[in-house]
T-cell receptor, first 111, second 114 residues
Framework: GQNIDQPTEMTATEGAIVQINCTYQ??????LFWYQQHAGEAPTFLSYNVLDGLEEKGRFSSFLSRSKGYSYLLLKELQMKDSASYLC????????????FGTGTRLLVSP | DTGVSQDPRHKITKRGQNVTFRCDPISEHNRLYWYRQTLGQGPEFLTY????????KSRLLSDRFSAERPKGSFSTLEIQRTEQGDSAMYLCASSQGQVDTEAFFGQGTRLTVV
C-alpha cells in the first residue's frame, strides 16, 4: 500500500451524485479506508474495503479494485453538510492499523 | 464514553519552549496512534502504542519528540525545543481489536509556534 493519490478539490450541487477517486500502490496492501473530515474537526470513519466490489451504506458507497489499485467513494443525494474533506487511507502489512492518508479531496457542495 | 479526548485543544508557544499534549483514548481500546496534520494535507503517522508498548515510530518523529503511554491508558506527546515547523494539528486516535476495525480520532491539539 501507500502512495495514495486523490484529487485535491471537487465541486458539486445539492442533490447530485459525486464520485471521489483514489489510487494506491498495490504491493503490501491490506485494506482501504475512507474518512470524512469537516474543517477544524476530527476525521470520522466512513468505510473500509479489503475485498473487491462495492460496499453500500446509505447515501455513501465505497468501491475497491485490488488488481487496479483503485477505490472510489460515491456520495448520492448530496447535502450541504457533505461539504468536507474526504480522506483515502490504506494500511500496509505492519500488523496494526497504521493509516497512510492521501492529501484528501475537498468537496464543496453548492445550492 | 464520550470518545477520544485531547487536551489542550489549542496551544501557542514560543520557539524553543517545550510542550506536552495529552490524549485519553476510548477506555477499552488497546491501540493508540498519534498523527500530525498540516493545512491542506492528510494526517501523517507519528507513532503507535499497543497497550503501554510503543511499537513503531515514524522517521518524522525526531529526537525532540517523545511519546508515552505509561499504564496503557492515556498517552502524552512531548515536543522539546519547539520549532516553527512543528506548527500543526496533532491528532490522537484509538482502536480495539483487529486491523480492519475503525480508528476513532480525537479533535486534535492545534499547535502554533511563534
Amino acid at each position: 500500500g501507500q502512495n495514495i493519490d486523490q484529487p485535491t478539490e471537487m465541486t458539486a450541487t445539492e442533490g447530485a451524485i459525486v464520485q471521489i477517486n483514489c489510487t494506491y500502490q498495490t504491493s503490501g496492501f491490506n485494506g482501504l479506508f475512507w474518512y470524512q473530515q469537516h474543517a477544524g474537526e476530527a476525521p470520522t470513519f466512513l468505510s473500509y474495503n479489503v475485498l473487491d466490489g462495492l460496499e453500500e451504506k446509505g447515501r455513501f458507497s465505497s468501491f475497491l479494485s485490488r488488481s487496479k489499485g483503485y477505490s472510489y467513494l460515491l456520495l448520492k443525494e448530496l447535502q450541504m453538510k457533505d461539504s468536507a474533506s474526504y480522506l483515502c487511507a490504506d494500511i500496509g502489512n505492519t500488523g496494526f492499523q497504521k493509516l497512510v492518508f492521501g492529501t484528501g479531496t475537498r468537496l464543496l457542495v453548492s445550492p | 464514553d464520550t470518545g477520544v479526548s485531547q487536551d489542550p485543544r489549542h496551544k501557542i508557544t514560543k520557539r524553543g519552549q517545550n510542550v506536552t499534549f495529552r490524549c485519553d483514548p476510548i477506555s477499552e481500546h488497546n491501540r493508540l496512534y498519534w498523527y500530525r496534520q498540516t493545512l491542506g494535507q492528510g494526517p501523517e503517522f507519528l507513532t503507535y502504542f499497543q497497550n503501554e508498548a510503543q511499537l513503531e515510530k515514524s522517521r518524522l518523529l525526531s529526537d525532540r519528540f517523545s511519546a508515552e503511554r505509561p499504564k496503557g491508558s492515556f498517552s502524552t506527546l512531548e515536543i522539546q525545543r519547539t520549532e516553527q515547523g512543528d506548527s500543526a494539528m496533532y491528532l490522537c486516535a484509538s482502536s480495539q481489536g483487529q486491523v480492519d476495525t475503525e480508528a476513532f480520532f480525537g479533535q486534535g491539539t492545534r499547535l502554533t509556534v511563534v
